[in-house]
């Protein structure tokens, strides 16, 4: 339905490029919750950039295909990467993070409304968009009246709620949520979730959610893909990475994680992520690995299947030995 192929998009910079997403091949499948993990820096927001289309200077696709199938009225569409930006609310929408910034100050919520929607045919005139925007409202069990409220009258969960509210209205096919519940209490963390997830099941789409909280892609997703330096080090089924992670840095995300009734020290991760104006030529983690070989300092491990769905990129594979093996044989030939 979406997939990306080997896709680069670096940040030009005066020091060269910034290699925030460096070949990256993901599949993203209809009626899923995908999470994308991984530390602060390592390219998740610009991975959600580049899955919506929203390319702009300094960012730029450098490589890789981006293609994508849009149903509509039982038409499928093919777009590509340009295309994208054209069906934004309509095809795929984001769910930016819950701050003042986002909404305007000066206009009411129902106006927000007005201004992200009315260009769109089907959603006919003001009166009626104003009627569904109240319904939909409704379906989501959130109180009409924010529709008059201006966005400082709203609590920081509401104005996340709205945003929810405002992503979802046209029923897109993709919506994308980058770190939707950071700098919310937790009680508010769980009802935003819950409106996701309730979301996500009434209209059988694709949520694609970022978040730094291992806790939060335990509880709501269904498969995740683990970045490491601009680059996917993992994807699997949830129950999979949590229960038999196969790449070293998924491991050490896991065990970071706090667990209910277990009151020792967490280990945390040691070490910083490298520079992605110029990272290392072998693996991305093979500094901070406790078990880097020699060959991870020289050669990237490619992204192979280890069971059903499962994928990962670690020289301990010998699927991944294998692959770059034949690789190497295949460049001197
Ligand atoms: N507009 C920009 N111009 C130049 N470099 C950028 C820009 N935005 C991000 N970067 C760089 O790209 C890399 C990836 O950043 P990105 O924001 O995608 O990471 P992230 O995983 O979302 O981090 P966080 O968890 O902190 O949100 C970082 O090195 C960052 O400094
Ligand atoms: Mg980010």
Known sequence: ????????????????????????????????????????????????????????????????????????????????????????????????????????????IE??????????????????????????LQELDLPVEVLKAYPH????????????ALATFLHPQIILADEPTTALDVVVQRGIL???????????????????????HYQITHRMAIMYAGQLVEVGPTERIFSAAQHPYTEMLIKSLPRIGDHSAREGISGRPPSLLDPPPGCPFAPRCPHAMDICTQARPPLVQIEDDHLSACFLHEEAMAAAHAQKVGAQS
């Open 1 to 108: 339905m979406y997939t990306l192929t080997n896709v680069k998009a670096y940040y030009d910079s005066p020091r060269g490029p910034i290699k925030a997403v460096d070949d990256v091949s993901l599949e993203i499948r209809p009626n899923e919750i995908l999470g994308i993990a991984g530390e602060s820096g390592c390219g998740k927001s610009t991975l959600i950039k580049v899955i919506y289309g929203h390319i702009n200077p300094p960012l730029r696709l450098v490589s890789g295909e981006i293609r994508a199938e849009m149903k509509d009225n039982g038409q499928v569409s093919v777009l590509s990467a340009k295309d994208l930006p054209k069906v934004w609310w309509e095809f795929i929408s984001y769910v930016p993070q819950a701050s003042m910034s986002v909404l305007n100050p000066v206009m009411r």
């Open 111 to 136: 106006n927000q409304f007005f201004d992200a929607v009315s260009r769109f045919h089907r959603a006919g005139n003001r009166e009626q968009i104003r009627q569904q925007v109240a319904d939909y």
């Open 153 to 164: 009258q709203l609590s920081g969960g509401m104005r996340q709620r709205v945003l929810v």
């Open 194 to 216: 819950r409106m996701l997830t309730r979301v996500q099941q009434t209209m059988g789409n694709t949520l694609i959610i970022v978040s730094h909280d291992m806790g939060v």
